[in-house]
């Protein structure tokens, strides 16, 4: 008896499991296709305008009659339009860095969260704003020994 209890449990989870995979049945194809979404408008192709200025080759410039200015990229995609960007002001020098001559190259003294940071760079491969820094420390030292007269 205990083998027949144990065959019909297995039955009934197998037959649970099979019932359970198979696809839901369609009540209403009916009211599916009145629901049917509106089609979608594919937006127009972008072109570019006639009156438009190459600045670089496949690099077009145009303003348009409200005065917004607008470049075209030629890509390999198509025709890629954006608002032109406007140039980036530098960044300010910054006036906390401190900058001494030790030979070819150098050595820079600059604030960080963890204290005072120091590090040293060849003159030849100076990024900007070291080489700014090391430009001002430079004419104040001129400064400083012009008024001095050494």
Same mark, same amino acid.
Request: glycine residues 6%; positive net charge.
């Given at each position: ?9 297995? +039955? ?14 369609k009540t209403a194809p ?85 204290g005072p940071r120091h ?6 491969? +100076? ?13 104040a030292h001129n400064t ?7």
């Amino acid at each position: 008896m205990k083998k027949i209890t144990m065959s019909l449990a297995a +039955l009934a989870v197998f037959a649970s499991a099979a019932l359970a995979q198979q696809p839901a049945k369609k009540t209403a194809p009916a009211k599916a296709a009145s629901k049917a979404k509106p089609a979608r408008k594919t937006p127009a192709p972008v072109t570019i305008p006639a009156d438009a200025k190459e600045i670089s080759p496949g690099l077009y410039r145009w303003v348009d009659p409200k005065g917004q200015a607008w470049t075209y990229r030629k890509t390999p995609f198509g025709i890629m339009r954006g608002p032109e960007q406007k140039a980036e002001t530098p960044a300010p020098v910054p006036t906390d860095w401190t900058a001494t001559d030790a030979g070819d190259s150098v050595a820079f003294t600059g604030p960080s969260p963890f204290g005072p940071r120091h590090w040293t760079a060849k003159k030849t491969e +100076l990024n900007e704003t070291e080489a700014a820094v090391w430009k001002r420390a430079q004419e104040a030292h001129n400064t400083a020994s012009a008024s001095t007269g050494k």
